[in-house]
Nanobody, 111 residues
Framework: QVQLVESGGGLVQPGGSLRLSCAAS????????MSWYRQAPGKERELVAR???????NYADSVKGRFTISRDNAKNTVYLQMNSLKPEDTAVYYC?????WGQGTQVTVSS
C-alpha cells in the first residue's frame, strides 16, 4: 500500500531554513505528482507546493521565492527546502499524492 513518511521538521528561528523530506513507497513514484500541504492550529489545511511527474512546480503565493519543492525519483523522495522562515510558517506539514497522506511533521518558527 502507499506509504508516505515525512521527516525534517523542528524548531527554527525566524529567518532560518529547514529541509523536509518525504519518503514514498508502494506505488510508481516517478509517475505521480507530489504535494506538500500544511495546517496551522485553528486553520484549514492548505497547499504549499506541488511538483508534477514531469517536474513542473507551483507554489502558494505566501511561500513563493522562499520555498523550493524538488523530487529524486531514484530515491522515491520529495523535498521541501524552506528558507527565510517566518513565524506564520509554523504548522504541521504533510506530504500528499493522489488520495494518500503522510503523518505530518511539525515545523515551528519562533525566537
Amino acid at each position: 500500500q502507499v506509504q508516505l513518511v515525512e521527516s525534517g521538521g523542528g524548531l527554527v528561528q525566524p529567518g532560518g531554513s529547514l529541509r523536509l523530506s518525504c519518503a514514498a513507497s508502494g506505488f510508481t513514484f516517478s509517475s505521480y505528482a507530489m504535494s506538500w500541504y500544511r495546517q496551522a492550529p485553528g486553520k484549514e489545511r492548505e497547499l504549499v507546493a506541488r511538483i508534477s511527474a514531469g517536474g513542473s512546480t507551483n507554489y502558494a503565493d505566501s511561500v513563493k521565492g522562499r520555498f523550493t519543492i524538488s523530487r529524486d525519483n531514484a530515491k522515491n523522495t520529495v523535498y521541501l527546502q524552506m528558507n527565510s522562515l517566518k513565524p506564520e510558517d509554523t504548522a504541521v506539514y504533510y506530504c500528499q499524492t493522489a488520495s494518500s497522506w503522510g503523518q505530518g511533521t511539525q515545523v515551528t518558527v519562533s525566537s
